[in-house]
């Protein structure tokens, strides 16, 4: 399994979670029927804005398709220097703290 640093993690204008990977484009993701797209324009994957689901759900179900789905086979991680867009801090420590329920 190949794996990658997540450069950015943000909420856009639309109230979209997206998810920045440093290297790796996912543009056949949307085949997995899973509501996670690559956006081919800003380099991203994202989730639809929230409904049911909140963005830490979105966060942990995007980083699963791309592991373990018809995604790609890769592992995101973020690291030290991953950028946080218009995401509050206590999602961003739920966010981190999910990292060890993952692994």
Known sequence: METDS???IGI???GRLFIRPLNHHFPMIWRSGTEVHWDAKQL???SPKPREWSY???YKHIISVVKEGDGGNCELCPIGS???TN???????????SLEVLS
């Open 12 to 14: 856009d204008e639309h």
């Open 44 to 46: 991203f994957l994202h």
């Open 56 to 58: 830490l759900d979105w």
């Open 82 to 84: 991953t950028l946080w």
């Open 6 to 8: 997540i450069e950015e």
């Open 87 to 97: 995401v509050p801090t206590e999602l961003q420590r739920q966010i981190l703290n």
